[in-house]
């Protein structure tokens, strides 16, 4: 199984943003793992083009979860190249065919009147986008049970939290686990991709425990890139981040203050205009 980490740079919202796709090539398939924001298409074409690869022979897209920049720009993937067909889980399938209404948007609408008056045209400028976001239908799903035969040694790690039925991709063979936003990469650390917003933060710590159990070389996140080197120390750092303090055993004094009364957890939150 070869691997090609693309970088593609765009705008979104006016913010300049850094993408990292994979193309994993294996024999006559070859397989996009995710695919940037709607109007991407001609950035991951240079991209490949970059690694001497033609999108021309695309035979597959899996959609790690359904979230903006990972599938904007499926729709205008599959009419360019149509004998690619579209992969996801289970859980994220019916948000992607568009049977079901997107998590994220109904966040962000559930979100709008908590917003302060100078945040909310921005939020109804996000929803509409969020709207627009192009349904593709699903081809297969893509599970632990397994992948096309075809497609090589690899194996789905369901990793939910940030979305219910997000998927990480681990390669036995390289040792190599495209994380997708199962985590990401901040100041050199890594850390929950947008943690204010992670729909699920308990089941997402859990996930990045399951990935410890992993034997990894090479990490490769969507927003950050490639990270070779104290994978498993960054990991556990991450972990312990996010893990509650406990309290200390219940004392018999009933007026000492309850130094333990507020978890340290979940510290590092966003603002809410960056979390999506």
Not at 218 to 233: A, N, P, S, T, W
Request: glycine share 6%; proline share 6%; hydrophobic share 40%.
């Amino acid at each position: 199984m070869e691997v090609f980490v693309l970088e593609i740079r765009c705008s979104y919202q006016g913010k300049d943003d850094v993408l990292y796709p994979v193309l994993l090539r294996n024999g006559k398939e070859l397989v996009l793992v995710d695919c940037g924001y709607a109007g991407s298409m001609p950035l991951l074409q240079a991209a490949a083009n970059r690694h001497g690869i033609s999108l021309d022979a695309l035979t597959g897209i899996l959609i790690t979860h359904h979230d903006i920049g990972h599938m904007g720009g499926v729709q205008e993937l599959k009419m360019a190249y149509s004998a690619a067909k579209v992969y996801a889980s289970a859980t994220e399938a019916p948000y992607i065919s568009g049977k079901e209404k997107s998590l994220r948007l109904q966040q962000a609408e559930a979100l709008y009147d908590t917003l302060p008056e100078d945040l909310k045209a921005w939020a109804r400028q996000l929803q509409e986008t969020l709207k627009a976001v192009q349904a593709v239908a699903v081809d297969g799903i893509a599970s632990e049970s397994g992948v096309p035969a075809s497609w090589g040694d690899m194996q789905i790690i369901p990793t939910p939290g940030h979305t219910p039925g997000h998927i990480s991709v681990y390669l036995p063979q390289s040792k190599t686990l495209l994380a997708a936003d199962a985590v990401v990469v901040e100041k050199g650390e890594l850390e929950l991709a947008n943690p204010a917003l992670t729909l699920n933060p308990e089941q997402a710590i859990a996930s990045v425990r399951r990935l410890l159990q992993l034997e990894v070389d090479q990490l490769i996140c969507y927003h950050g890139g490639m990270v070779e080197k104290d994978i498993r120390e960054k990991l556990e750092r991450l972990v312990e981040k996010y893990t509650p303090v406990q309290p200390p055993p219940a004392s018999s004094d009933k007026d000492q203050p309850d130094a333990y009364s507020s978890p340290a957890c979940y510290a590092h939150l966003k603002d809410f205009r960056e979390g999506f």
